[in-house]
């Protein structure tokens, strides 16, 4: 399996197909396969290079002692620490939920290195707001969820997703024919180091600043695409679209959260559609 290591960081990646480079990342307790396991990755490959990432505290990539780099800054400077790692010069990044967070954040500082910005099902705010959830209950919520995470079996994790699918998996949880879905989602639960997971949770989430002026310096292409279900997000993902210079906003009808898994097929269309674009016109739109 290869590894890009730095410091205490050794951040796992697959690295597959040939053309343009597109880094990866996903949203938490999730891993790799959030784009692997939907066939997405594989779609990609037929005509870029998809080098797929594990964040800082999830999958098969391993921090070795403080700090951990759980920060959204960190995590926006792996994007290029493993570009430089691989001799890119400029490539694309696609993101999903918490991983759009670090890529947003990235592009508002290094966009001139970026062919391209996709982010699904995310905001530029580490703190999201959850309808109907006061501050103090959603920190609240938090913290049960690291502990959660912490102590319960991957076995309890599943049953427990299953009883109380939330926010982010209750547009999934709805459709009849989930089983493939909730079978990708309940492979999150088998991976990972649930210390490092609980300890990001309690790390990552902690600026609710959307930062407006850095949206408005991002000068790559950009896509913003979510669900229309997914309730957290959607305000949020219409910050960016109005800030960000050069953006095609996307919302997918029927979709929740998880837009890969809910749908892969539509979701590979609208990534190659903007990808195309990029590639005919240089900008997000026609």
């Known amino acids: 399996m290869p590894y890009f290591e730095q410091g205490n960081l050794r951040l796992y990646y697959e690295d597959v197909g040939k053309g343009e480079p597109i880094i990866t990342n996903h949203g938490?307790?999730?891993?790799?396969?959030?784009?692997?396991d939907t066939g997405v990755t594989a779609r990609l490959a037929e005509r870029y290079r998809v080098i797929s990432t594990d964040m800082r505290g999830h999958g098969n990539t391993q921090v070795s002692g403080r700090p951990f780099g759980y920060d959204v800054a960190t995590m926006a400077n792996d994007f290029g620490r493993l570009a430089d790692f691989l001799s890119l010069d400029k490539f694309h990044i696609l993101t999903h939920a918490t991983g759009g967070m670090a890529g947003v954040r990235y592009a508002m500082t290094t966009s001139d290195r970026l062919i391209s910005l996709m982010l699904t099902d995310t905001g530029s705010a580490t703190v999201p707001e959850i309808p109907g959830v006061e501050p103090e209950a959603q920190q609240g919520g938090l913290n049960d969820w690291a502990e959660g995470v912490r102590t319960a079996t991957p076995e309890q994790r599943i049953a427990q997703s299953r009883l109380e699918p939330g926010p982010f998996l209750f547009k999934m949880a709805e459709h009849p024919d989930n089983a493939g879905m909730w079978q990708i989602v309940d492979g999150f639960a088998h991976t990972g180091d649930p210390a490092a997971q609980a300890e990001f949770l309690l790390?990552?989430?902690?600026?609710?600043?959307?930062?407006?002026?850095?949206?408005?310096?991002?000068?790559?292409?950009?896509?913003?695409?979510?669900?229309?279900?997914?309730?957290?997000?959607?305000?949020?993902?219409?910050?960016?679209?109005?800030?960000?210079?050069?953006?095609?906003h996307v919302v997918m009808k029927g979709l929740g959260h998880m837009t890969a898994i809910e749908d892969p097929d539509a979701t590979i269309r609208e990534i190659l559609d903007f990808l195309d674009t990029v590639a005919e016109t240089g900008r997000a739109n026609r």
């Open 28 to 36: 938490v307790l999730e891993n790799c396969s959030y784009w692997n």
């Open 203 to 248: 790390s990552f989430y902690s600026d609710p600043d959307p930062m407006v002026y850095g949206l408005r310096q991002i000068s790559c292409p950009t896509l913003v695409l979510l669900g229309e279900f997914d309730v957290v997000f959607i305000r949020p993902s219409e910050i960016m679209a109005e800030e960000i210079p050069d953006v095609r």
